[in-house]
Protein backbone atom coordinates (compact mmCIF):
# COMPACT_ATOMS: atom_id res chain seq x y z
CA UNK A 1 0.00 0.00 0.00
CA UNK A 2 1.53 3.48 -1.20
CA UNK A 3 1.28 6.20 1.79
CA UNK A 4 0.76 9.36 -0.27
CA UNK A 5 2.77 11.15 2.23
CA UNK A 6 5.48 10.77 4.43
CA UNK A 7 7.68 12.52 6.89
CA UNK A 8 11.57 12.63 6.60
CA UNK A 9 14.29 14.69 8.27
CA UNK A 10 16.51 16.83 5.88
CA UNK A 11 19.99 17.95 7.28
CA UNK A 12 21.14 21.03 5.83
CA UNK A 13 23.83 23.85 6.17
CA UNK A 14 23.48 27.75 5.81
CA UNK A 15 25.06 30.63 7.26
CA UNK A 16 23.59 32.46 9.96
CA UNK A 17 22.29 35.82 10.51
CA UNK A 18 25.69 36.66 12.07
CA UNK A 19 27.27 34.98 9.16
CA UNK A 20 28.16 31.54 11.34
CA UNK A 21 28.18 28.35 9.46
CA UNK A 22 25.36 26.25 11.10
CA UNK A 23 23.61 22.98 10.38
CA UNK A 24 19.97 22.73 10.32
CA UNK A 25 17.20 19.92 10.67
CA UNK A 26 14.05 20.10 9.30
CA UNK A 27 11.10 17.62 9.02
CA UNK A 28 9.92 17.63 5.48
CA UNK A 29 6.82 16.10 3.91
CA UNK A 30 7.96 13.06 1.33
CA UNK A 31 4.86 12.91 -0.94
CA UNK A 32 4.14 10.49 -3.44
CA UNK A 33 5.23 11.54 -6.80
CA UNK A 34 1.63 12.96 -9.31
CA UNK A 35 2.71 12.19 -13.32
CA UNK A 36 0.60 12.77 -16.25
CA UNK A 37 -1.58 9.50 -16.99
CA UNK A 38 -1.14 10.15 -20.49
CA UNK A 39 2.23 9.41 -20.86
CA UNK A 40 3.81 8.77 -16.85
CA UNK A 41 6.07 11.96 -17.14
CA UNK A 42 6.20 14.54 -14.38
CA UNK A 43 3.54 17.07 -13.93
CA UNK A 44 4.47 20.23 -15.42
CA UNK A 45 4.02 23.56 -13.55
CA UNK A 46 4.09 27.09 -13.86
CA UNK A 47 4.50 29.17 -11.14
CA UNK A 48 3.28 33.06 -11.19
CA UNK A 49 3.92 35.31 -8.37
CA UNK A 50 5.62 38.68 -8.45
CA UNK A 51 7.42 37.56 -5.14
CA UNK A 52 10.80 35.38 -6.18
CA UNK A 53 10.79 34.00 -2.60
CA UNK A 54 6.96 32.52 -3.11
CA UNK A 55 7.72 31.26 -6.51
CA UNK A 56 11.21 29.62 -4.89
CA UNK A 57 8.79 28.21 -2.19
CA UNK A 58 5.98 26.76 -4.32
CA UNK A 59 8.90 25.26 -6.92
CA UNK A 60 10.24 23.70 -3.55
CA UNK A 61 6.82 22.37 -3.31
CA UNK A 62 6.15 21.24 -6.25
CA UNK A 63 9.54 19.30 -6.91
CA UNK A 64 8.45 17.53 -3.63
CA UNK A 65 5.03 16.23 -5.35
CA UNK A 66 7.56 15.05 -8.12
CA UNK A 67 6.34 18.02 -10.72
CA UNK A 68 8.58 19.79 -12.99
CA UNK A 69 8.57 23.64 -12.91
CA UNK A 70 7.86 24.18 -16.86
CA UNK A 71 8.34 27.82 -16.35
CA UNK A 72 8.76 31.01 -14.55
CA UNK A 73 7.09 34.50 -14.55
CA UNK A 74 6.32 37.60 -12.25
CA UNK A 75 3.74 39.09 -13.55
CA UNK A 76 0.35 38.58 -15.29
CA UNK A 77 1.29 39.77 -18.55
CA UNK A 78 4.41 37.42 -18.75
CA UNK A 79 2.31 34.62 -17.39
CA UNK A 80 0.59 34.60 -20.68
CA UNK A 81 3.71 34.45 -22.61
CA UNK A 82 4.86 31.84 -20.53
CA UNK A 83 1.95 29.66 -20.69
CA UNK A 84 2.35 29.75 -24.59
CA UNK A 85 5.83 29.11 -25.08
CA UNK A 86 5.88 26.55 -22.15
CA UNK A 87 2.53 24.48 -22.54
CA UNK A 88 2.33 23.75 -18.73
CA UNK A 89 -0.33 21.05 -17.15
CA UNK A 90 -1.00 23.22 -14.25
CA UNK A 91 -0.47 27.35 -13.63
CA UNK A 92 0.03 28.40 -9.84
CA UNK A 93 -0.88 32.37 -10.19
CA UNK A 94 -0.80 35.21 -7.27
CA UNK A 95 -3.99 37.43 -7.65
CA UNK A 96 -2.09 40.47 -6.72
CA UNK A 97 0.67 41.10 -9.01
CA UNK A 98 2.31 44.62 -11.33
CA UNK A 99 1.43 45.26 -14.50
CA UNK A 100 -1.98 42.29 -14.64
CA UNK A 101 -3.55 41.07 -11.74
CA UNK A 102 -4.01 37.01 -11.52
CA UNK A 103 -7.21 36.98 -12.12
CA UNK A 104 -7.66 38.76 -15.51
CA UNK A 105 -4.48 36.91 -16.83
CA UNK A 106 -6.15 33.79 -15.87
CA UNK A 107 -9.32 34.53 -17.70
CA UNK A 108 -6.97 35.79 -20.75
CA UNK A 109 -5.09 32.28 -20.55
CA UNK A 110 -8.21 30.10 -20.27
CA UNK A 111 -9.97 31.93 -23.17
CA UNK A 112 -7.16 30.91 -25.59
CA UNK A 113 -7.02 27.89 -24.23
CA UNK A 114 -10.15 26.45 -22.62
CA UNK A 115 -7.95 23.63 -21.18
CA UNK A 116 -5.97 25.30 -19.04
CA UNK A 117 -5.75 24.32 -15.54
CA UNK A 118 -4.91 27.31 -13.43
CA UNK A 119 -5.05 27.02 -9.37
CA UNK A 120 -5.03 31.08 -7.70
CA UNK A 121 -2.54 31.00 -4.53
CA UNK A 122 -2.79 34.04 -2.48
CA UNK A 123 -2.98 35.65 0.60
CA UNK A 124 -5.55 37.33 -0.63
CA UNK A 125 -8.64 35.30 -0.11
CA UNK A 126 -11.46 37.67 -0.25
CA UNK A 127 -14.71 35.93 -1.47
CA UNK A 128 -14.84 38.31 -4.20
CA UNK A 129 -11.42 37.77 -5.34
CA UNK A 130 -11.97 33.82 -4.99
CA UNK A 131 -15.50 33.84 -6.68
CA UNK A 132 -14.14 36.16 -9.74
CA UNK A 133 -11.30 33.89 -10.17
CA UNK A 134 -13.35 30.78 -10.50
CA UNK A 135 -15.68 32.54 -12.95
CA UNK A 136 -13.15 33.83 -15.26
CA UNK A 137 -11.25 30.38 -15.41
CA UNK A 138 -9.40 29.46 -12.42
CA UNK A 139 -10.14 25.64 -11.60
CA UNK A 140 -9.04 26.48 -7.76
CA UNK A 141 -7.96 28.31 -4.81
CA UNK A 142 -5.28 27.70 -2.16
CA UNK A 143 -4.37 30.18 0.42
CA UNK A 144 -1.01 32.09 1.67
CA UNK A 145 1.12 30.53 3.04
CA UNK A 146 0.77 27.39 1.11
CA UNK A 147 0.46 24.25 3.06
CA UNK A 148 2.19 21.93 1.09
CA UNK A 149 -0.82 19.06 2.12
CA UNK A 150 -3.53 20.85 0.80
CA UNK A 151 -1.58 21.88 -2.33
CA UNK A 152 -0.80 18.10 -2.90
CA UNK A 153 -5.05 17.35 -2.68
CA UNK A 154 -5.82 20.33 -4.55
CA UNK A 155 -3.82 19.50 -7.56
CA UNK A 156 -4.88 15.91 -7.33
CA UNK A 157 -8.08 17.33 -7.55
CA UNK A 158 -7.63 19.81 -10.47
CA UNK A 159 -5.72 16.86 -12.70
CA UNK A 160 -8.44 14.20 -11.98
CA UNK A 161 -8.22 11.67 -14.24
CA UNK A 162 -5.01 13.22 -16.50
CA UNK A 163 -3.30 12.58 -13.63
CA UNK A 164 -1.57 9.04 -11.71
CA UNK A 165 -0.44 8.55 -7.83
CA UNK A 166 3.00 6.97 -8.43
CA UNK A 167 3.62 4.14 -6.35
CA UNK A 168 7.08 3.20 -4.11
CA UNK A 169 9.11 2.35 -6.69
CA UNK A 170 8.13 5.02 -9.22
CA UNK A 171 5.56 2.98 -11.50
CA UNK A 172 1.65 3.94 -12.26
CA UNK A 173 -0.65 3.54 -9.71
Do not use: C, W
Amino acid sequence: MVRPQERRRVRFHRRNHAGMSEFREVIMEQFAPVKRAKDGQPVRYLVVDDSVFARKNLARIIESFGGQLAGEAGDGATAITEYERSQPDIVLMDITMPQMEGIEAAEKIVRQHPEARIVMVSSVGYQENIVAALQRGARHFVQKPVKPEVLYEVIKYVLGEDAVVANATGAGA
